[in-house]
C-alpha cells in the first residue's frame, strides 16, 4: 500500500474529508496542498530528500487567492507534476464530468484513477487508492459511463477546421464564407451554425468561447 500520499484540493472541508477517509485503510504519510503552485513545490521537495510521494489525489479546479499564480488548474499541475516524476501514480478526485474531459485525462495525461465527487465519492476514491496502488486504473461509475460513450473524442476533419476558424476568432457568417472560398462543403451559414451547435453539445458547452476554451484545455487542435 502506498506509504507517502499528497492531496492537492483547495477547499478545507474536503481536504479534511479526504484526509479523514484516507486514513482509515491506510498508514500512509499524508500531505496537503491548497494550490497548484505549492503542490509541485512539495513534490520538489520530496523528490530531493529522496523520499518522493507514490501518489497524487488532485482536483482539476482551484480556486486562486491574491497571489500570482504560475500553475492554476489541475491538468497544467499534473503534466508538470509528470515532467519531474513520470512514475507517480495520479487519480483525479473532482466534480467534473463531462465525457471529452474525463476520457481526455486518460488519453493525454495518462492518469490512472478518476472519482467524481458526490455522494459516494470518498467511498469511490478509496477503491481507486486500492485498485491503483495494485497496478490497475479505476474509474468511478459516472467516469466509467462517459468512457464508454463512443465518439466523444474523435473529430472529423470538418469539425477540426471549424474549430481552428472560431479560435482565430472567426464569426459563424465569415467561416461560412471561408468553406465557399475554398470549396469546402458544406459550407452554408446554415450547416455551420448546426454543426458548432452539435459540437457544443457534445463537450455540454453553453456558448462557443467557452467551446473554444474546452477543446484548447483539452489539446484537441493544434
Known amino acids: 500500500m502506498f506509504t507517502k500520499i499528497?492531496?492537492?484540493e483547495?477547499?478545507?472541508?474536503?481536504n479534511l474529508g479526504i484526509v479523514s477517509a484516507v486514513r482509515k485503510f491506510t498508514n500512509a504519510h499524508i500531505d496537503t496542498a491548497q494550490f497548484c503552485d505549492k503542490t509541485l513545490l512539495k513534490i520538489k521537495e520530496a523528490i530531493q530528500k529522496g523520499t518522493?510521494?507514490?501518489?497524487?489525489?488532485?482536483?482539476?479546479?482551484?480556486?486562486l487567492d491574491y497571489k500570482k499564480h504560475q500553475i492554476t488548474s489541475g491538468k497544467e499541475l499534473i503534466e508538470e507534476v509528470?515532467?519531474?516524476?513520470?512514475?507517480?501514480k495520479i487519480i483525479v478526485f473532482t466534480g467534473e464530468k463531462k465525457p471529452a474531459i474525463i476520457k481526455s485525462f486518460f488519453t493525454n495525461q495518462k492518469i490512472d484513477g478518476y472519482v467524481c465527487k458526490g455522494l459516494y465519492g470518498l467511498s469511490e476514491l478509496?477503491?481507486?487508492?486500492?485498485?491503483?496502488?495494485?497496478?490497475?486504473?479505476?474509474?468511478?461509475?459516472v467516469s466509467t459511463d462517459a468512457l464508454h460513450q463512443k465518439n466523444v473524442l474523435k473529430l472529423d476533419p470538418y469539425e477540426i477546421l471549424l474549430l481552428k476558424l472560431l479560435v482565430q476568432g472567426y464569426k459563424q457568417e465569415e467561416i461560412s464564407q471561408y468553406l465557399v472560398e475554398h470549396d469546402?462543403?458544406?459550407?452554408?451559414?446554415?450547416?455551420?451554425?448546426?454543426?458548432i451547435r452539435k459540437l457544443r453539445d457534445d463537450f455540454n458547452a453553453k456558448t462557443n468561447i467557452q467551446l473554444v476554451y474546452m477543446v484548447n484545455q483539452l489539446g484537441l487542435i493544434s
Not at 509528470?82 to 507517480?88: E, G, M, R, S, T
Not at 478509496?126 to 461509475?141: E, H, L, M, R, S
Open 82 to 88: 509528470k515532467k519531474i516524476q513520470p512514475d507517480i
Open 10 to 14: 483547495d477547499r478545507d472541508n474536503e
Open 184 to 195: 469546402i462543403i458544406p459550407n452554408s451559414k446554415r450547416s455551420v451554425e448546426d454543426r
Open 52 to 63: 518522493p510521494y507514490q501518489l497524487l489525489i488532485s482536483d482539476l479546479s482551484f480556486t
Open 126 to 141: 478509496i477503491k481507486a487508492i486500492t485498485a491503483v496502488d495494485q497496478g490497475n486504473t479505476y474509474t468511478c461509475p
Open 6 to 8: 499528497l492531496i492537492a
